[in-house]
């Protein structure tokens, strides 16, 4: 028996948790740089190192800094890895000014679209798109996600008897973020890309109708190039890199200098790392949160109301002036819970890769657990609680 006599305050309640740590500290901690963050000052000097330095460039310069730095990365000697392979892994901080590129008629969609394309471009890979966050305050600042096709986290579940060729999968950590800033005419962008692996195999040619297309328009830049392919409808699923290389064969006599002054070299295939996947299972097709915040919720409470209980499951439940099918947040939560059943199985088999590309993907899930657990440490502390609480989250 705790004597009565004792205060809860000195209990921790309302101390913050890290976002990055995941330990609750003092509010000291979470104050540096005059100001106060949500990740602790320890887990900001332990990240900072691990950051590489920012680059600054036009966008139509992007493609030959993401192949020169794969070029540098092959060719050069590598550092071994704990497990005997070269980690041959790529990290790219890069500063885009759009100054020249914007006239007034994009949206921030438009602008991803653009950096995306030009990356493949230049490493040949296929970047998916994953999910985007806009700013409440800015509609035209929003920023965006994607993750390597090739990826094991963007692995799908093939029915049963198919025989539909699968695509090669590695855990390659493939990711990439950036910021666009409308206004500013400016974007932010990062790249991690842990194995620098073998490309998807393009199986394709371009049909004549988007060659004559080309050859009408050879006087273009790549961005504008493609714009123009896409709004006639021929560009259809071929990649940036198949376009710009037909564009240089058709452009090397006329337009020397605009080929030389766009020309990307095309990437040597870097070897592959073998890493033994074999016991890792398939990843289901998953809708990603967004790191930095979750959308406006409505009222959560501990228990349902009285008028829900009676509600036969299968009736369209109304709340405010939205309805919500109870039968289809039954069959999330189970989804949900046989995710986080598969998440304990990898950590017992310490598949640490495949855990951290979840971790990424969920940490606004992680961080709104976290907000929970807080509340409810709250509402315990209040002496003679006998009602549910209820969250208002923001």
């Known amino acids: 028996m705790v004597p009565s006599d004792i205060s809860i305050l000195h209990y921790p309640f309302n101390m913050p948790v890290c976002t990055s740590c995941h330990q609750t500290k003092q509010d000291e901690a979470f104050f540096h740089k005059n100001k106060k963050w949500k990740t602790c000052q320890n887990s900001v000097e332990e990240e900072e190192p691990l950051r590489v330095s920012l680059r600054t460039v036009g966008l139509m310069e992007l493609s030959n800094l993401v192949a020169n730095e794969i070029r540098n990365i092959v060719h050069n000697p590598q550092p071994m890895g704990s497990d005997g392979n070269p980690q041959c892994s790529l990290n790219l901080r890069v500063a885009l000014n759009l100054t020249n590129m914007i006239t007034g008629n994009e949206n921030p969609k438009d602008i991803a679209r653009w950096i995306v394309e030009e990356i493949e471009r230049a490493d040949e890979y296929n970047w998916t798109y994953n999910c985007m966050n806009t700013s409440m ?8 996600y994607y993750v390597c096709s090739q990826s094991v986290v963007a692995m799908k579940e ?23 800033d409308m206004p500013a005419a400016e974007a932010m962008l990062e790249i991690h890309h842990g194995i620098l692996h073998n490309r998807p195999a393009v199986t394709s040619e371009i049909s004549e109708e988007c060659k004559k297309e080309i050859d009408e328009n050879l006087h273009c830049n790549p961005i504008h190039l493609r714009q123009i392919l896409r709004a006639k409808n021929v560009m259809k699923n071929y990649t940036p890199r198949q376009i710009h290389s037909y564009w240089e064969r058709a452009a090397g006599n006329k337009l020397p200098d605009l080929v030389s002054q766009f020309s990307v070299a095309q990437v040597i295939q870097s070897p592959v790392i073998t890493t033994n996947i074999e016991n890792s299972f ?21 228990t349902p109301s009285p008028a829900l209980q009676k509600n036969n499951s299968k009736e369209l439940s109304k709340v405010g002036n939205r309805q919500f099918n109870h039968d289809e947040f039954a069959e999330y939560v189970t989804k949900m819970e046989q995710f986080a059943k598969r998440c304990r199985n990898q950590l017992d088999r310490q598949n640490y890769i495949w855990l951290d590309t979840v971790k990424i993907l969920t940490a606004g ?21 006998t009602k549910p609480w209820t969250i208002h989250y923001k």
């Open 365 to 385: 899930v992680i961080e709104m657990e976290n907000d929970i657990e807080e509340l409810e440490r709250q509402r315990a502390s209040e002496r003679g609680a």
């Open 137 to 144: 305050r800015h509609k035209d600042v929003a920023k965006f």
């Open 282 to 302: 398939i990843i289901p097709t998953m809708t990603a949160i967004p790191y930095p915040s979750l959308p406006s919720m409505p009222i959560v409470s501990s």
């Open 158 to 180: 093939y029915k049963e008897g198919s025989n539909r060729k699968r695509m090669e999968r590695f855990p390659c950590q493939g990711k990439m973020q950036m910021k666009i």
